[in-house]
């Protein structure tokens, strides 16, 4: 239990003054927040984690929003009953338009035909699963045409709504790190190598992406969760869901930043050659699967995704794979801060 402490407002913004201090002439120099609590949990444990609502003085976790955020905000911070949501402006559901936004190669047969490598691929994996202990699957496209275009549109309108540009691979921008310093090696501690044949299963997932075969989810707006993700079909145990994708830059400039997205990719001996992926700019579905708190029960039950970095080639990359059979119409969430080995909660930030 945190030791208690007196809590400040979190911002520069003036404090609310009363009719009778307007009256006086006068108000406290400082108010007393130690007894704030939390909206959500109800405790005022972690006053340094506990932000006030520059509008409404209400309390909130930073692990307890969802999405959870990583830092205080920057600036004034409003609560989800204060924000003021905007009207979503709902992606064009025209295949011309959702394939210029997705940059979908075009073959010479149908640009969204479903792909059929997928379940040879299954096929095989099912056979080789007898003999080794974990294989993971492809995500298995939508075969309805129109249901697919539906997924890509929804995406289409969440990251348009954010500002956010598609791209399924990590991206390296001038001033930012450079791909040469993603190296799994610097990893502190190792880092899982994917095997050839998950490698193969993580390639098909790309090139299915690149030919307009999405992953079966639905991105769906939540006005307590804002973006969230759906199955919009079920998907199998170990399965692919999608690649944590974004800017790469080193940690060390991003230490202060408010972004709630922010996904480490590289934990270095070496804290100065540290990476994280920032989606803020470019990104994909993966930017708006949230992170469950799973100190609780009802949490880890919710769990249905795990956050694995992988030595892929040598470089670190970051999958979000189901760790159980996930119906249609459940939402998605990863294991935010669990204690296990092959991930611990220090990798997220």
């Given amino acids: 239990m ?24 006068h108000e406290s120099e400082e108010e007393d927040y130690s007894d704030a609590q939390c909206e959500k949990c109800g ?67 149908s640009t969204l035909k479903p792909c059929r490598d997928v379940q040879k691929r299954r096929k095989c994996l099912v056979l080789s699963k007898r003999k080794k202990k974990r294989i993971l ?85 939540d006005s307590k969760e804002g973006f969230t993700v759906e199955a919009d079909k079920f998907i199998k145990d170990l399965t692919i869901v999608t690649e944590y994708t974004g800017d790469v830059d080193y940690l060390k400039n991003r230490e202060h930043d408010d972004g709630d997205s922010m996904m480490t990719l590289l934990s270095a001996k070496t804290p100065s050659r540290s990476l994280v992926i920032c989606p803020n700019k470019r990104g994909n579905i993966a930017r708006f699967i949230n992170g469950i708190n799973n100190h609780t ?6 769990q249905n995704l795990k956050c694995v970095r992988y030595d892929v080639n040598g470089e670190c990359r970051v999958l979000l794979i189901a760790i159980r059979d996930i119906s249609k119409g459940e939402r998605l969430y990863y294991d935010y801060n669990g204690h296990e080995h092959e991930y611990p909660t220090h990798n997220f930030l």
Avoid at 2 to 25: F, M, V
Wanted: proline fraction near 8%; include cysteine.
């Fill in 43 to 109: 405790s005022g444990d972690a006053p340094d984690e506990l932000l006030l609502c520059d509008k409404c003085d209400k309390g909130f976790h930073l692990f307890c929003l969802t999405p959870i955020l990583i830092a205080v905000p920057i600036g004034p911070w409003f609560c989800p009953s204060c924000s003021n949501h905007k009207t979503l402006t709902k992606f064009p559901l025209v295949q011309t338009k959702i394939v210029n936004f997705f940059r979908i190669k075009k073959s010479g047969d």
């Fill in 137 to 221: 699957f492809p995500f298995n496209p939508t075969e309805d045409h129109g249901r697919r275009l539906e997924q890509m549109a929804s995406l289409a309108t969440a990251l348009s709504a954010t500002g956010t540009k598609f791209s399924d691979q990590l991206t390296y921008m001038p001033g930012m790190a450079p791909r040469s310093a993603n190296c799994a090696a610097l990893e502190d501690g190792g880092m899982q190598v994917l095997s050839r044949e998950d490698t193969e299963t993580l390639s098909l997932c790309k090139k299915m992406m690149e030919r307009g075969e999405c992953p079966p989810l639905m991105v769906v707006f």
């Fill in 297 to 302: 029960p009802e949490g880890k039950k919710k």
């Fill in 2 to 25: 945190a030791s208690a402490t007196t809590i400040k407002r979190r911002t520069q913004a003036p404090n609310p003054r009363s009719d009778e201090q307007l009256r006086d002439g």
